[in-house]
């Protein structure tokens, strides 16, 4: 079955092998590729062909990966996806504060990359849409009324765990880091305690979730953030 629906990716990727892999796997889910092994061809790229997703790794010959992030959010809001060797948390919080919207770790299996990307392209859907509804599973979450039901019952969150809740429902499917979520709730990043935001999530658990202990909704990313997990 076909999903990309000639969807445009833009492969930045220095090693042959991966790039091959990556190609034969997209065109077969009918996605339409693109392949720099450069940054500076990949940049290129990205302003000419206008993709719709660009797959970026970070290791290029010629300049850093973490330096391209932020030269296409300059002009673009094109999702994108790292794929990385680094294991390091501190890469990765960076990367999605740059501007990244997802990473995968090398090395990755075929579905969980495939995953990544539509959670990537929907959550572009999403936000070009403005959708004022958002369910996943058993939750339900009206932005527009400030409503958040579970299977139908409506829960009643604080000022404050609504924002988080929202934010993650905004960029659902994404990793929110706790810079991210401090910014949004508590409107810094500095001098609040991340342990702050870890005793609202987990309210915010003990209120949505079926077992806070083993949520289904709100993932943790270890020592990253956060991620609101889309289910059908």
Excluded: C
């Excluded at 706790?178 to 001098?191: D, F, I, K, P």
């Excluded at 935001?197 to 943790?220: C, D, M």
């Amino acid at each position: 079955m076909t999903t990309g629906r000639n969807v445009r990716v833009l492969i930045i990727e220095d090693d042959p092998a991966i790039r091959r892999f990556l190609r034969n796997t997209l065109r077969v889910q009918d996605y339409e590729v693109r392949e720099a092994e450069t940054g500076t061809e990949g940049l290129g790229l990205a302003m000419q062909i206008n993709p719709e997703l660009v797959i970026l790794d970070l290791g290029l010959p010629d300049m850093d990966g973490m330096d391209i992030i932020p030269q296409i959010r300059q002009s673009s809001s094109v999702p994108i996806l790292v794929l990385s060797s680094r294991s390091d948390e501190a890469g990765k919080v960076m990367a999605l504060d740059l501007g990244a919207d997802d990473y995968v770790s090398k090395p990755f299996g075929v579905d969980e990359l495939m995953a990544r990307m539509r959670t990537a392209l929907r959550h572009r859907l999403a936000s070009e849409g403005s959708l004022p509804l958002f369910a996943s599973g058993g939750l339900a979450v009206d932005l527009t009324r400030r409503v958040v039901t579970v299977d139908g019952a409506e829960i009643k969150l604080s000022r404050k765990e609504y924002d988080i809740l929202r934010e993650l429902v905004i960029h659902a499917g994404r990793v929110l880091t706790h810079r991210h979520l401090l910014r949004v709730a508590w409107g810094s990043e500095t001098g609040v305690d991340v342990q702050y935001l870890r005793v609202y999530i987990r309210q915010i658990r003990q209120k949505i979730e079926p077992s806070a202990e083993q949520p289904r909704y709100i993932l943790t990313e270890p020592g990253v953030g956060y991620r609101l997990q889309v289910l059908e």
